[in-house]
């Protein structure tokens, strides 16, 4: 069955510390496409990126990278120089083939706070 | 470039009453799915269609039905509200040949009294 564990419920960090959100999925599925979102306080989620099963490169984006691991199940996300902006709901989700209706399943979302 | 449009964007309706959600999907796509987010909660799946048929189905309530009209834009009818239905409803849309690129509504937020 699919399932998304984000252990940590909330983060707090002073500004332009790192920030490392963990995310450890249950797929089973060979094929399967891993996603983070950011929720700000308006409520509107917010795609940061998109990685297949196939695709386990880690990517720099900016401030954000993720580390993808099939081995461990995991795929985790970090934000360097962490800033007050940055504070909002990052969810973690998974999505199956298409026999499986490719419906997201979300974590239970990490809280991260940045304080100035 | 058009994104995906909900409407309304807020909703406050008394117990007993019923409310209708409404998504405009990205122009071209065909396939709608809705997304039920509790307070405090990550969201939760509760429908899709493609090409004006449900294609998939999760933890809906059966005082909820939904549809999708033939200009691929889709309605969700909720019945007999409760409390425990405030929610922000969200509808995501994406096009079937490339299905795990969904683009997400800025969402409907139901207050029920």
């Known amino acids: 069955a699919q399932k998304v564990t984000q252990a940590q419920t909330e983060i707090s960090v002073v500004e332009k510390e790192d920030v490392t959100l963990d995310c450890v999925y249950e797929t089973r599925d060979t094929t399967y496409y891993l996603f983070w979102y950011k929720q700000p306080p308006s409520g509107e989620l917010v795609f940061l990126i998109r990685?297949?099963?196939?695709?386990?490169q880690n990517e720099i984006s900016g401030r954000y990278s993720w580390n993808f691991q099939k081995s461990t199940s995991s795929f985790n996300f970090t934000i360097t120089a962490s800033q007050v902006v940055d504070s909002a709901v990052y969810f973690c989700a998974l999505s199956e083939g298409v026999e499986y209706g490719n419906k997201l399943v979300f974590g239970a979302g990490t809280i991260l706070r940045v304080k100035s | 470039a058009a994104g995906v449009i909900q409407s309304p964007r807020h909703l406050i309706k008394e117990k007993r009453e019923t409310a209708t959600l409404k998504c405009y999907p990205i122009p071209r796509h065909d396939t709608v799915y809705w997304y039920q987010q509790g307070p405090g909660q990550d969201p939760q799946f509760l429908i899709s269609?493609?090409?004006?048929?449900?294609?998939d189905k999760g933890s809906i309530p059966d005082r909820f039905s939904a549809q999708q009209f033939s200009d691929y834009h889709s309605e969700l009818n909720m019945s007999s509200l409760e409390l425990g239905d405030s929610a922000l409803y969200f509808c995501?849309?994406?096009?079937?040949?490339?299905?795990?690129?969904?683009?997400f509504g800025p969402g409907t937020r139901l207050t029920v009294l």
């Open positions: 990685r297949n099963s196939f695709d386990e």
């Open positions: 269609f493609y090409e004006k048929m449900q294609s």
């Open positions: 995501a849309s994406s096009l079937n040949s490339i299905l795990n690129e969904q683009f």
